[in-house]
């Protein structure tokens, strides 16, 4: 889950409209679900972190920091369900980088390396989410099987990420390497091309570039995963 970096509020006030703050937000994060990391070019949506329909948090409906970006599937999966911000793995808030590993079949699991208490945090941000679903099919009207779910989207990917990295191989070449961070730029599921590329640190220093509102400081000068998150004034940020 790429952690990312929502900054400063554009406004002096909360938003009157929720909706309104969509076009800052992509420009920040890009058009990518901050949970699923898909390429949304449509129906993609402002979500809140703790959910516009419990009364609780109606205050939070316009407030800057308590938006991301959500898909069709991760937000009706969320829901209206209550978030636990000291309890739960966040990509604003948290290094969302380290906590979860990307599989060959097409899941994403808890980092091997996370602590019981962190692993309980990342599995509850799956469950949250629908990510720790597995694939899902339908047979459409000509009695072909259509996969439409995230896993199987995922495995798709990662087979295209894996054709670039054997390219890569055969023509090593800067320009090469800008080409295939614009080519994940064009497909999203950024951290399964940093997996795929995990021993290039110059391809992932690209990707970091180019997928805008990648948080900077949760990799060090090699790429690698920097944990716990470094503090960003969020309320439950920080741990991991």
């Known amino acids: 889950m790429r952690p990312i970096f929502r900054g400063e509020n554009p ?8 909706r309104d703050a969509f076009g800052e937000l992509a420009a920040r994060f890009g058009q990518f679900c901050s949970y699923c990391e898909r390429r949304i070019p449509t129906q993609l949506a402002v979500e809140h972190i703790q959910p516009k329909g419990l009364p609780a948090y109606a205050h939070l409906i316009g407030r800057w920091d308590n938006f991301l970006l959500g898909c069709v599937n991760c937000n009706s999966t969320k829901g209206d369900k209550d978030v636990s911000l000291s309890e739960t793995l966040l990509p604003d808030r948290d290094n969302t980088a380290r906590a979860y590993e990307y599989t060959l079949d097409g899941r994403v699991v808890p980092a091997t390396a996370l602590s019981r208490s962190q692993t309980a945090m990342a599995e509850r941000t799956l469950s949250l989410t629908g990510l720790d679903r597995g694939p899902y099919s339908v047979i459409d009207s000509n009695g072909q099987l259509v996969a439409i779910d995230r896993v199987n989207q995922r495995k798709e990917i990662l087979l295209i990420a894996q054709e670039s990295r054997r ?16 080519t994940a730029l064009g497909h999203g599921f950024f951290s399964i091309w ?3 590329f995990d021993d290039d640190p110059v391809v992932r220093r690209l990707l970091i570039a180019e997928f805008v509102g990648t948080a900077t ?10 944990s716990p998150r470094p503090g960003n004034g969020l309320e439950g940020a920080g741990k991991v």
Do not use: G, H, W
């Open 11 to 18: 406004q002096d006030s909360d938003y009157e409209d929720y």
């Open 217 to 226: 400081d949760c990799f060090d000068t090699a790429t690698a995963p920097v």
């Open 167 to 182: 390219d890569l191989q055969s023509n090593p070449s800067e320009q090469f390497r800008r080409q295939i961070a614009r």
């Open 194 to 196: 940093m997996k795929v």
